[in-house]
């Protein structure tokens, strides 16, 4: 079974479980779920082809195949699973308001995943990734997961 396979299916199982049995679901939680979900599963990508997962995160080739990096990918990654399976926790002790502080400060991946790229990686990632984790982190800045943004807004 390929690695985005087992990913997909993973992803499909933590949804699930996290749809059916908690009582507090709301539609406006669907995002905070899915991006915990794609998350905590995506982190286990490098565990199977670490050179594949440097070339998704946006990697110049050179970078993505140095086998020096691979430790490198995977244990960073293991910090992604840590938060998805986080965020999945919380959702599950109905702490919704912390929730939306991760996903706020995340925002800082969002930044440094730019730089980084803007240096190493492919033409076009950095701001890929900026836009991708920076919608990750505006779920909690605008109090989407519990009604209630963690940094005063009144959007909702």
Known sequence: MATGEIAHLLSGAIITLAFSHFEHFENRHIPSILVAALTATGGTWPVFSA???LTKFGFQPSIAAAKPAFPVITVFSAR???IGLSVLALYAAKHLEAIDIIWSVVGYI???DAWVLS???RPGQAMFRFVAVGL???IGIVGLTSGVSPVGLKVL
């Open 136 to 138: 990750s982190a505006m």
């Open 119 to 121: 240096q190493h990686g």
């Open 51 to 53: 050179s594949s997962a």
């Open 80 to 82: 992604d699973t840590t």
């Open 110 to 112: 969002a930044f440094m």
